[in-house]
Nanobody, 118 residues
């Protein structure tokens, strides 16, 4: 059974940092793009960053470029999002997602809360 388990959310002051981790199991990690979406109260879920595991190609939303960094560990099957210079507008529930563009299989984690105080 495919599973994504997130960790690392929490409360931080503006300008601070947090690191989110997503541990994947139950599917072939290298065949997927794995990344993060977020959803703030009253807003639609939006893509934040993702990485194609096979070749390391990355994507960042304009709102986080230069502040967030995504990385992978292909031994541990984990993806990490390092979030620096956090802003109150980064407050949201962050969800890990794994997507296979060929099979269209799509998996989600349970979400982790990130709160940035001003």
């Amino acid at each position: 059974e495919a599973q994504l388990v997130e960790s690392g959310g929490g409360l931080v002051q503006a300008g601070g940092s947090l690191r989110l981790s997503c541990a994947a199991s139950g599917f072939t990690f290298g065949d997927y793009a794995v990344g993060w979406f977020r959803q703030a109260p009253g807003k639609e879920r939006e893509g934040v960053s993702c990485m194609r595991i096979r070749d390391g190609t990355t994507y960042y939303a304009d709102s986080v470029k230069g502040r967030f960094t995504i990385s992978r560990d292909i031994i541990k099957n984990t993806v990490t999002l390092q979030m620096n210079s956090l802003k109150p507008e980064d407050t949201a529930v962050y969800y890990c997602n794994a997507h296979n563009s060929w099979s269209r299989d799509d998996y989600w984690g349970q979400g982790t809360q990130v709160t940035v105080s001003s």
